[in-house]
């Protein structure tokens, strides 16, 4: 909880057994959010989320041994090591209180991996989008105490993913509902053009997903909602619980935040885009995508029609020898989707490198405009509505 604070809302849902603010840190790679970013707002009451992917940037010690390595079993055994020493950190950042999440993207190849490795680290919860998470009861079979959290977008992928886990003798503990006309990063859409669609709208999820629960004898306290994407203020978290959400997911504002694990220019970028900086374009992982149109990817928009249309699958394309998707536009020579490595641009960001680096950020305007401030106080105003006096006095 956070003390001295007027709280207007319920101040508390629960995943097994764990008390929670209706305040969940997305997951956000690569590394901006590891295990500083998480277990903050798990210290302050919320669900902190490490991103799994590549945490070994995080380690100079394993990049040491990565230095030259091109070969996968290298690579994914240090990224291994990282997400281990993360989760552990995280755990004792929020000494006991909140809760700690792993976000693993069921489009990476290594993403059975990523999951058994977050069980065994401690990892509280698992939240996996970016696909069907169709096989995550299996992977997480040996921990049952760990919350299974699918990412999805509309009330069919619910309706598959609740009647294939009940196949399997289980129920999520929570489902997130993510928007893809705001969130940022890869979105729950196949083709930009259908971002906008109604099915989408948290008014027409939510129903049809509570009309579900019925249909299937699934009591609607039983799987709490927690709906992302474009919650930027007070109010729209207010008008998500008056809809029956539990919670809300934020990613772009926790991006910004003191304690996020990004680098000083990466939240420069976040904090001082403009509308019309922010972009959607196809991904390699053929999802589309929203980033800010950086030099890079202003450069990569103007020869992406010339590139999609001289696609062609090589292995060698995969510029870090990575293969770290299951599918991948550039190595797979998939026309419709991107074209360039994802990898190397997200690190490149990671860097704050803002020439060369791909940076995701939601489509929505930022709480505390470009201010860089505390997830204390960031998580005090989506529970009170009270901004900062400074930044208050401004608005």
């Known amino acids: ?20 603010l209706p305040v969940v840190q997305g997951g ?71 809760l700690v999440a792993v976000n693993v993207m069921k489009a990476v190849d290594a993403h059975a991996a990523y999951v058994r490795q977050a069980c065994a680290s401690g990892a509280q919860a698992i939240v996996m989008g970016a696909g069907l998470p169709l096989d995550l009861p299996d992977l997480a079979a040996d921990h049952p105490e760990v919350a299974l959290v699918p990412i999805l977008s509309d009330a069919r992928g619910v309706a598959i993913v609740l009647k294939k886990w009940a196949r399997k003798g289980r129920l999520p503990d ?4 993510e928007h893809p006309r705001y969130a ?32 299937m004898g699934i009591a609607r306290a039983r799987i ?28 772009t504002a926790f991006a910004v935040t003191e304690e996020s694990d990004a680098h000083p220019a990466f939240k ?15 991904s390699v992982a053929g999802l589309p995508a929203r980033a800010v149109k950086t030099p890079w990817l202003a450069n990569y928009l103007r020869r992406e029609a010339r590139l999609q249309a001289c696609a062609k699958a090589d292995p060698d394309r995969c510029a870090a020898g990575l293969h770290c998707l299951t599918q991948c536009g550039l190595r797979d020579g998939l026309a419709r989707a991107g074209q360039f490595c994802i990898d190397a641009q997200l690190v490149a960001a990671l860097k704050g490198d803002v020439n060369k680096g791909l940076f995701f950020r939601g489509a929505e305007p930022l709480p505390f405009g470009n201010e860089i401030r505390p997830v204390r106080d960031l998580i005090a105003y989506f529970l009170s509505g009270e901004k900062p006096a400074r930044i208050a006095d401004a608005a």
């Open 184 to 215: 940022g990063g890869h979105l729950g859409a196949t083709n930009p053009a259908e971002l906008a669609h109604a099915r989408f709208d948290f008014a027409e999820v939510l129903p049809a997903v509570f009309a579900l629960f019925d249909e």
């Open 268 to 282: 420069r970028v976040l904090a001082e885009a403009r509308p019309e900086d922010i972009v959607t374009f196809m």
């Open 1 to 20: 909880m956070l003390p001295g604070r007027r709280m207007n809302l319920p101040a508390s849902f629960a995943i097994r057994g764990h008390a929670l």
């Open 224 to 251: 709490p909602l927690i709906v992302g994407g474009g919650i930027n203020s007070h109010e729209k978290l207010r008008a998500a619980l008056a809809l029956g959400a539990a919670a809300v997911q934020i990613g």
């Open 174 to 177: 929570a489902i997130v509902i």
């Open 28 to 98: 956000m790679g690569v590394g901006i959010s590891a295990h500083r970013l998480a277990g903050t707002v798990a210290a302050a009451g919320g669900m902190g989320t490490i991103a799994s992917i590549d945490l070994r940037h995080h380690h100079a010690d394993l990049l040491a041994q990565a230095r030259g390595a091109r070969d996968r079993e290298t690579l994914d055994r240090l990224n291994l090591v990282a997400l281990d020493r993360e989760i552990r950190a995280a755990r004792a950042l929020a000494n006991g209180r909140g």
